[in-house]
């Protein structure tokens, strides 16, 4: 039930003055038991939230997910109650549908406008585009982030902080957080110390504290503890799927997270005391976004499918059906198409960097493809290398897929030396120059930066240059795969196929 309080949103509160000025809550109660038919106050408020939505706006497959489908539950759940909180924890931006990386993640932010989130804050990858992205993101969705922690050189937040609202006569601040990164942002301990003063400051005019924070729960356990004015955790980052709020045992702080890819909607119900501030109930839980449980919002979803047919009219021709999801093995299928569709001698696409989601199982179309790895995958240049610099880099990776790269146009032996450290060798001519395709990404986050770390070796201490190739990752599959569409053999053994051929241990 809702318990609502007489007073209105501008009415001076003699027990908020009282709590706020550091008067004991033993000796508000006990005035409060004196006026005739006193009773404690409490209200109920539903925090719904969501995190890592990360472009995934159209239906999703397999019959889970899809912002159609979050639209569709937030508007019945609101048609039913009045004290509904709507909140992102960040990472709205990156990884996800053709259409939308099409307009850098605008329409993604549209699409969150239609729902009607009361507060968002940034995420790492929506700080990827700069500045000038993160303003039109927030026109696009028709309010300001709220991020503490993204400053400008002298340390100044370049968001506002905070903000407030109510609900059912609930007064809440919700604090923005992201993930500290190198640039642009505090580090981890100034983060807390700062989510600490700005939470008692907001503490003193509000009676719930929120922080909305880009980070994963286990961090999240860190700044509570630097800032106990903070009553509840919305978390994201690190895509866990908590199907229960996280309690700390310590002071009875909430954290929770609702998975990412539009998945899950969290819910958390609390049961909120006016008079001392503390939450003294609460429930939560993940809605899955199942298909046959949830009705999409139908409005949202006829804007989904005329926006990706203007932008993207491509995204839903069919490419051939696929019987078993296939995860970073997609990227042994990526290798040999790139290295076909751009004519090299040899090709590589790095699993751990560039696969971002699993080829589902079912039809697939362009989109599908590209949502594997097309946005990381999408930019791709082209290199010389000599056979001894090729294998000098597989050698320099950290290890087992899918921290080690895959490769198309050569075969190679995996061995191991008596201290289990295990060695790759090939079957190029060490001396040989071979022409080189890979995706731009790995490129500079895995390949010179593998050179840049040798101290000898043919890596070291040489100058590697690349140039743009007009071969793409989403481009190239396609390709590929319309070929094989008429093969009876499953995709999931002619990835193992391709796998077999190229690494023999």
Not at 274 to 296: R, Y
Request: charged fraction near 25%; hydrophobic fraction near 40%; aromatic fraction near 6%.
């Amino acid at each position: 039930m809702e318990v609502s309080t007489s007073r209105s949103a501008t009415e001076p509160s003699p027990l908020r003055f009282l709590r706020k000025s550091g008067a004991a809550v033993s000796l508000i109660v006990f005035f409060v038991a004196l006026l005739p038919g006193a009773s404690a106050a409490t209200a109920r408020l539903l925090i719904l939230h969501t995190n890592d939505l990360h472009d995934h706006v159209r239906p999703g497959y397999e019959g889970v997910g899809g912002l159609p489908y979050v639209a569709g539950y937030v508007a019945q759940v609101r048609a039913g109650r009045s004290d509904v909180l709507l909140l992102d924890a960040g990472d709205v931006a990156e990884k996800g549908d053709l259409f939308a990386f099409k307009t850098h993640s605008v329409a993604t932010y549209e699409a969150l406008r239609r729902i009607g989130y009361d507060a968002v804050t940034l995420g790492n990858h929506d700080n990827d585009q700069g500045l000038d992205w993160l303003r039109r993101y927030e026109n696009a969705m028709g309010r300001p982030f709220v991020c503490l922690n993204r400053v400008d050189p002298a340390g100044k937040s370049i968001f506002a902080p905070a903000r407030i609202v109510e609900r059912n006569g609930v007064k809440i601040g919700i604090i923005g957080m992201i993930t500290p990164q190198d640039e642009g942002t505090l580090n981890l301990e100034e983060s807390g110390q700062r989510l600490g003063i700005e939470a008692e400051r907001l503490d003193r005019e509000v009676d719930l504290v929120i922080a909305l924070c880009h980070l994963g729960s286990r961090a999240a356990t860190e700044w509570a503890r630097r800032a106990p004015a903070v009553d509840i955790f919305v978390t994201g980052h690190s895509h866990e799927a908590l199907r229960a709020p996280i309690v700390l045992a310590d002071r009875g702080t909430i954290l929770v997270q609702a998975g990412s890819n539009a998945r899950f909607v969290g819910r958390l119900e609390i049961e909120i005391d006016l008079a001392t501030e503390k939450i003294i109930s609460h429930q939560g839980a993940l809605v899955e976004m199942k298909h046959d449980a949830i009705a999409p919002d139908a409005d949202f979803l006829a804007w989904v499918r005329a926006r990706e047919q203007a932008i993207a009219p491509e995204a839903t021709e069919f490419v051939l059906n696929n019987d078993t999801p296939i995860g970073f093995e997609m990227a042994w299928l990526a290798a040999e198409a790139l290295r076909v569709k751009a004519g090299t001698d040899i090709a590589f696409c790095h699993p751990g960097h560039i696969i971002r989601n699993a080829l589902p199982a079912g039809p697939v179309d362009v989109n599908a493809l590209f949502l594997t790895g097309g946005q990381r995958g999408h930019a791709t240049v082209r290199t010389t290398l000599t056979g001894g610099e090729i294998t000098a880099y597989l050698n320099a990776l950290a290890g087992p897929s899918p921290d080690q790269t895959a490769w198309s146009g050569f075969v190679a032996t995996e061995s191991a030396s008596p201290d289990g450290r295990r060695t790759l060798t090939t079957n190029l001519d060490p001396v040989r120059a071979y022409s080189v395709l890979m995706p731009e990404l790995e490129w500079s986050k895995r390949f010179l930066r593998a050179a840049g770390r040798q101290k000898s070796g043919p890596l070291a201490g040489r100058k590697f240059t690349s140039e743009p190739d007009a071969a793409t990752y989403t481009a190239a599959l396609w390709a590929d795969l319309k070929g094989r569409r008429d093969d009876p053999t499953s995709l999931k053994e002619i990835v193992g196929r391709l796998i077999r051929r190229a690494h023999l241990k």
